[in-house]
């Protein structure tokens, strides 16, 4: 490990209950959250989760974040300078509270429990927006943490070290996001690739990538992949991320799931799960053909492709609300298109109700429970 930051294997070994504790002042401990899932009100246990949208935006914006100089210089809690992203909303996104708490409430009408918001730097993340919003809806909102694709990244991404950029993802984790106390519960979405774009990893997603990778080492939380890039250019990314130490049975790679069993199987075969998502724009909206019940039936064809494959265990499912034209007061399917229309797809195709609730309830409650901190891979 780097030279540089010393206290990032301080903090994980004081985690695990070593008995140094001479440096403590200077690098509080990572707190051990295995065994538990992390929401914006706090931890609880896995079983409270219940239906789970595993990738979400509740409120989301478009923006690139300000810089996030001046470059930290501490060990451990740096004082990073978090990008103040609330209040610098540009136009067009999902920004009004009380919208959205009625979009969301739908999904608890519907038996919903738990929301994965998995907004980051890049898509104007609100902590104090979805604290309150969990409250006013009585959902669980697990938050999201890191950075998006890269033309949203901050522009002094490329000045910014490995090092940093996990200081400010285990700084999210265990202090809290922008100045808050609120923490987030994943890591993600990652952004990798960009539309239409079929080139490598550029040096500044590898960053963020293998960023991720030491963070949730160190924190034991979960990571999400935006999985934009080319097929073996997301092989390369999971290659680094195990190469960090991450298991990558928790590593979620969103926007992979189509009905092609072969190209599910390359993340699957490795632990990785696959997720559905973006779906339930309004029809002619955003490339959406046919009627919501029409797309409902070709989601469940292709996920039942999956399940008749043996894939059940690696299945996740999502709206990726990002757009007003998925909201149900747009005539878009909202955040109860999966609970109201996906699933009496799939029940209609002879589907069981234990493997919806796999699907719904068991694969995101895997995903989202924290492993223990462990320290960082040593090099020679
Ligand atoms: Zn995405």
Same mark, same amino acid.
């Given at each position: 490990?780097? @030279?540089?930051?010393?206290?990032?294997?301080?903090?994980?070994?004081?985690?695990?209950?070593?008995? =140094?504790? #001479?440096?403590?002042?200077?690098?509080?401990?990572?707190?051990?959250?295995?065994?538990?899932?992390?929401?914006?009100?706090?931890?609880? *246990?896995?079983?409270?989760?219940?239906?789970?949208?595993?990738?979400?935006?509740?409120?989301?914006?478009?923006?690139?974040?300000?810089?996030?100089?001046?470059?930290?210089?501490?060990?451990?809690?740096? %004082?990073?300078?978090?990008?103040?992203?609330?209040? *610098?909303?540009?136009?067009?996104?999902?920004?009004?509270?009380?919208?959205?708490?009625?979009?969301?409430?739908?999904? &608890?009408?519907?038996?919903?429990?738990?929301?994965?918001?998995?907004?980051?730097?890049?898509?104007? @993340?609100?902590?104090?927006?979805?604290?309150?919003?969990?409250?006013?809806?009585?959902? +669980?909102?697990?938050?999201? #943490?890191?950075?998006?694709?890269? =033309?949203? +990244?901050?522009?002094?991404?490329?000045?910014?070290?490995?090092?940093?950029?996990?200081?400010?993802?285990?700084?999210?984790?265990?202090?809290?996001?922008?100045? =808050?106390?609120?923490?987030?519960?994943?890591?993600?979405?990652?952004?990798?690739?960009?539309?239409?774009?079929?080139?490598?990893?550029?040096?500044? *997603?590898?960053?963020?990538?293998?960023?991720? #990778?030491?963070?949730?080492?160190?924190?034991? !939380?979960?990571?999400?992949?935006?999985?934009?890039?080319?097929?073996?250019?997301?092989?390369?990314?999971?290659?680094?991320?195990?190469?960090?130490?991450?298991?990558?049975? +928790?590593?979620?790679?969103?926007?992979?799931?189509?009905?092609?069993?072969?190209?599910? %199987?390359?993340?699957?075969?490795?632990?990785?799960?696959?997720?559905?998502?973006?779906?339930?724009?309004?029809?002619?909206?955003?490339?959406?053909?046919? =009627?919501?019940?029409?797309? !409902? *039936?070709?989601? #469940?064809?292709?996920?039942?492709?999956?399940?008749?494959?043996?894939?059940?265990?690696?299945?996740?499912?999502?709206?990726?609300?990002?757009?007003?034209?998925?909201? %149900?007061?747009?005539?878009?399917?909202?955040?109860?298109?999966?609970?109201?229309?996906?699933?009496?797809?799939?029940?209609? &195709?002879?589907?069981?109700?234990?493997?919806?609730?796999?699907?719904?309830?068991?694969?995101?409650?895997?995903?989202?429970?924290?492993?223990?901190?462990?320290?960082?891979?040593?090099?020679?």
């Amino acid at each position: 490990m780097s @030279r540089r930051n010393p206290g990032w294997a301080l903090g994980a070994v004081l985690a695990l209950g070593a008995s =140094t504790t #001479a440096l403590s002042a200077q690098a509080p401990a990572i707190p051990n959250l295995a065994g538990k899932v992390l929401t914006v009100l706090g931890p609880i *246990e896995p079983a409270a989760l219940g239906p789970t949208l595993m990738h979400e935006h509740i409120f989301i914006d478009f923006k690139a974040p300000p810089p996030m100089a001046p470059p930290p210089t501490g060990i451990f809690v740096l %004082k990073t300078q978090q990008p103040a992203l609330a209040g *610098e909303r540009g136009s067009g996104g999902l920004t009004d509270f009380d919208t959205q708490l009625a979009e969301i409430r739908e999904f &608890k009408k519907a038996g919903g429990g738990t929301i994965v918001d998995v907004t980051n730097f890049g898509l104007t @993340r609100d902590p104090e927006a979805l604290y309150r919003v969990s409250e006013a809806s009585d959902l +669980h909102v697990v938050m999201g #943490a890191g950075w998006y694709m890269k =033309t949203l +990244h901050p522009p002094d991404m490329n000045e910014r070290t490995v090092e940093e950029l996990t200081d400010i993802l285990v700084r999210d984790i265990t202090v809290g996001a922008q100045g =808050t106390n609120i923490r987030s519960g994943i890591i993600g979405e990652v952004g990798t690739g960009n539309f239409g774009d079929k080139g490598p990893l550029t040096e500044n *997603e590898l960053k963020s990538v293998r960023a991720s #990778a030491r963070a949730s080492r160190l924190t034991g !939380a979960p990571i999400l992949i935006h999985s934009f890039a080319p097929p073996d250019e997301l092989q390369r990314a999971l290659d680094l991320i195990e190469a960090e130490g991450v298991d990558l049975n +928790h590593v979620v790679m969103g926007h992979t799931g189509t009905g092609d069993v072969a190209a599910m %199987k390359r993340y699957t075969d490795r632990g990785a799960y696959i997720e559905f998502d973006f779906m339930g724009q309004a029809p002619g909206a955003m490339g959406s053909s046919g =009627t919501l019940e029409q797309s !409902a *039936e070709r989601i #469940a064809t292709n996920i039942e492709a999956l399940i008749d494959a043996g894939l059940t265990e690696r299945i996740l499912i999502a709206h990726d609300v990002c757009i007003t034209a998925q909201l %149900k007061k747009n005539g878009g399917g909202g955040f109860a298109y999966i609970s109201t229309m996906v699933v009496p797809a799939l029940r209609a &195709k002879g589907v069981s109700d234990a493997t919806i609730r796999t699907i719904m309830v068991e694969n995101p409650r895997r995903v989202l429970t924290f492993v223990a901190p462990q320290s960082l891979v040593t090099r020679q």
